[in-house]
């Protein structure tokens, strides 16, 4: 069972385009991370969303956790080719040395120039 | 450079082997995890280390093995290799506080049973 659900599984778009990928729980998450991974290397952090209802921006990237802390969106305004990656959903349980993330299976996002 | 290294950065084997990969960790970060990534599963946690203690244990197979040393880097020893072992794994270190400061990632090592 997938704690974690992230959609869609695959986007492919046009440069310049808007998109909006989400993340879904039925479990309740202490903080959620965002993070990109590109081919050959290991995710990097984007950015850590800890409270119910809290949106964070990023530049062209805009994250949301939902109010009830089950659920995020990562929306991204006019994608370049350099947002091309996989974008993974991990929510936190625990804290101090017992912290633990869970990873969904991410969004293969592709941005054709 | 993330400031976590993992070595080798391939490997490939064959079945039955055994290997050891090898994390250390970002400096000032006590604990270590390691993960296994395949297409069809993600990321899939394996263990965890804390200042040289097992904390936490996901889908580890009996045949997988860790341990975090006093320098703080960490091994993970997979014996009886099997063509489904094929994957990348990757460590991650994070301060204590790792809620607020999220995971580092090394930039794995891809394992390929053959």
């Known amino acids: 069972t997938q704690l974690l659900e992230q959609s869609p599984q695959f986007l492919s778009i046009q440069e310049g385009e808007n998109l909006t990928v989400y993340c879904n729980s039925s479990s309740v998450f202490s903080s959620l991370q965002w993070y990109r991974q590109e081919p050959g290397e290991g995710p990097v952090l984007l950015v850590t969303v800890v409270t119910g209802g809290e949106v964070k921006k990023l530049k062209r990237l805009t994250f949301q956790f939902g109010d009830a802390r089950k659920d995020s969106s990562l929306h991204i305004t006019a994608a370049q080719p350099g947002d091309t990656g996989l974008y993974l959903c991990a929510g936190a349980r625990g804290g101090g040395s017992n912290y633990k993330l869970t990873f969904g299976k991410g969004t293969l996002l592709t941005v054709n120039p | 450079d993330s400031g976590v290294t993992q070595t080798p950065k391939h490997l490939i084997t064959a079945t039955g082997q055994r290997v050891t990969l090898r994390c250390s960790p970002r400096?000032?970060?006590?604990?270590v995890y390691w993960y296994q990534q395949s297409l069809d599963q993600g990321l899939q946690f394996l263990i965890q280390y804390y200042n040289g203690e097992e904390r936490a244990k996901g889908n580890i197979l009996e045949r997988f093995s860790a341990q975090q040393f006093p320098d703080l880097h960490s091994e993970l020893n997979l014996s009886s290799l099997e063509l489904g072992d094929s994957a990348l794994y990757f460590c991650?270190?994070?301060?204590?506080?790792?809620?607020?400061?999220?995971?580092?990632f090394g930039s794995g090592t891809r394992l390929t049973v053959v």
């Open positions: 400096s000032g970060d006590l604990s």
């Open positions: 991650a270190s994070s301060p204590r506080g790792g809620q607020l400061y999220g995971y580092t």
